[in-house]
């Protein structure tokens, strides 16, 4: 084993209370025996990353401070004795709690995972929360199947961009709806057919799906069941993609629950409000997505960690393309 030194500090980005989000020093982690010590290169903003700074989240983390960021991606600067796959020096990957910081120490078995080489550190820190979020929607919730018709609301935000990658790649023919500055950016990662929502309700244009992604939300349970199949399955992250104001989370949870309901009496199953599970092999098969250039990270803007706070209230005001990226 590597052997680090305990006192060492490190920058990392702390809420010590509600809304007081900041750039401070930490100790740096040591290096458990089965653990992994990741130099952070960058790290991306997440709708999850904003519930910490919250007075709920407060609460539900004893209130004591906590370094925000779930995303990852570095360099491996040491690894426990138990450690075997990885070495210092490798470029990694993956998720976790408390990743706006310079180190980042993650158990070998979890969310991690080689980087390919053929995307930069900025690309892969955005991969984990996002793109595990739409490949368990699809595969897992939605039990995709090549040539399935599939529908994704809100295909241009973190979530959206990768959702429609992967569902190309696991074999659905995938119509998009986004708004008018973001058709051309969604057709080139390959969506079939573009919905701009200003200019026509994709619930009442006539077609039907058998799988619908609803990210952007905001969709009654018959305005659903226009669009898909009989059979067919609804899976809403939208709750995830609020802003986090009481009005703004009531209003999409009220939403989510009456798709819930309506799907009880009906030959149309609805997923509502998972939690993506960050782990290991879903982590190595988004590196092999990666690696074969079948999905691409797609960023908007670009922030320093000192100004992780401004990426954090940018990506709120709901207005996000892409991923934002976070630089270390």
């Known amino acids: 084993m590597v052997e680090v030194e305990t006192s060492t500090r490190m920058k990392a980005i702390v809420c010590a209370k509600p809304g007081d989000i900041r750039l401070s020093e930490t100790d740096r ?12 290169h960058a790290s991306s903003a997440n709708p999850v990353d904003l519930f910490p700074t919250t007075f709920a989240g407060w609460m539900m983390g004893g209130r004591k401070a906590s370094v ?9 600067e040491a690894v426990g004795r138990n450690v075997t796959r990885f070495q210092p020096g490798d470029a990694v ?18 969310a991690i995972a080689h980087k390919p080489a053929g995307i930069t550190f900025a690309q892969a820190g ?51 709806v986004c708004s008018t500055r973001n058709v051309e950016m969604v ?14 309700d994709f619930s009442r244009a006539g077609e039907r799906y058998d799988l619908m992604l609803d990210i952007a939300g905001g969709r009654s349970w018959p305005a659903v069941t226009r669009v898909l199949e009989p059979g067919g399955t609804y899976v809403g992250v939208g709750a995830a993609a609020v802003q986090h104001s009481r009005a703004g989370l009531f209003k999409v949870l009220g939403q989510l629950l009456g798709v819930r309901t309506g799907s009880m009496f009906g030959r149309r199953r609805a997923v509502t409000l998972f939690i993506a599970n960050l782990n290991h092999a879903d982590m190595e098969y988004l590196a092999d997505l990666l690696a074969s250039g079948k999905v691409t990270p797609v960023i908007e803007r670009t922030y320093p960690l000192a100004q992780a706070p401004e990426a954090l209230a940018y990506l709120n005001e709901g207005h996000a393309r892409a991923k934002i990226a976070i630089e270390i």
């Open 187 to 200: 057709t080139g990662l390959g969506a079939e057919r573009v919905i701009d929502y200003r200019k026509q």
């Open 93 to 110: 990957f993956g998720g976790g709690r408390g990743c706006y910081a310079e180190y980042k120490l993650i158990p070998a078995n979890a």
């Open 68 to 76: 925000l960021g779930a995303d990852f991606a570095g360099t491996v």
């Open 29 to 40: 982690p040591a290096v458990t025996d089965d653990g992994v010590l990741v130099h952070v």
């Open 126 to 176: 955005t991969v984990s929360v996002a793109a595990t979020t739409a490949l368990q929607a699809l595969r897992d919730h939605g039990q995709i199947k090549p040539g399935q018709k599939v529908l994704i609301n809100g295909a241009s935000g973190g979530v959206g961009t990768f959702a429609v990658q992967i569902a190309r790649a696991l074999g659905g023919k995938v119509t998009a």
